[in-house]
Structure formats: C-alpha cells, structure tokens
C-alpha cells in the first residue's frame, strides 16, 4: 500500500523552510524602516530654507549693475544687512558672511564680481 500524503519529516522541513522566509523578510522590512529613519533624521529643513535664501540673495546680488563705487559700496552693504537677517531668522544656523561682496573700479572694469557668495552658511 502506498503513502499518499508528506510524512511527518517533509512537513516540519516545509514548515521551516516558511519560517525562514518570513525572518528573512522581517530583517528586509526593518532594514528598509531604519533606512528611513536615517534619512529623515539627516533632513534639516529650517538648515534647507536658509540655504536657499543665502543662494538667492547671492543671485540677485549678481544681476547688480551699479553706476559709481558709491552705488556699489551701498548695494553691498545692503546686500550684507540680508545676509545678517538671514542669521537673524535662522539662529540655529552658524552664519559666516564673506568680506568682500564686489568690487566697483573705475576704468574700463567697472562692477566685478569677486565670485565670492554674498552670504555664505557654515
């Protein structure tokens, strides 16, 4: 007479052969989750903003064309009271603001961009 069904054998090694996969699955999701969490905590949104402001105060520092280094001395003092509120506004953040914003020269020249940021966020 022959058996029809598994043995006792076949179906605690089937039985285990599931339980492993379920562990091994568990481990994939919790390694996905911490994953995440890393990311999020490294995400510093107030961190972003400020950046974005120092970047645009700096571009359109750049569009700048004065007409006199009078003009010039007034537009970078201007543009560096913004770059300070910045500080202002975001007091967590390390503020280093540059010392030379641009330079007027009379001649052929005129404004030139040192290439040095406005506002620059350490």
């Known amino acids: 007479m022959r058996d029809a069904g598994l043995t006792s054998l076949e179906w605690l090694l089937i039985v285990a052969a599931?339980?492993?996969l379920a562990a091994v699955a568990v481990v994939l999701v919790q390694t996905v989750v911490d994953n995440?969490?890393?990311?999020m905590a490294d995400h510093n949104p107030r961190q972003?903003?400020?950046d974005f402001a120092a970047n645009e105060l700096t571009t359109r520092w750049r569009q700048e064309t004065p007409?006199?280094?009078?003009?010039?001395r007034r537009l970078n003092r201007r543009y560096m009271e913004r770059c300070l509120r910045i500080g202002i506004l975001?007091?967590?953040?390390?503020l280093e603001v540059s010392a030379k914003t641009g330079l007027y020269e009379n001649g052929t020249e005129?404004?030139?961009?040192?290439g040095l940021p406005v506002c620059t966020l350490v």
């Open 18 to 20: 599931i339980a492993g």
């Open 36 to 39: 995440t969490a890393e990311n």
């Open 48 to 50: 972003e903003a400020a």
């Open 67 to 72: 007409a006199s280094a009078s003009e010039a």
């Open 90 to 94: 975001y007091p967590e953040i390390n």
């Open 110 to 114: 005129g404004w030139r961009d040192n």
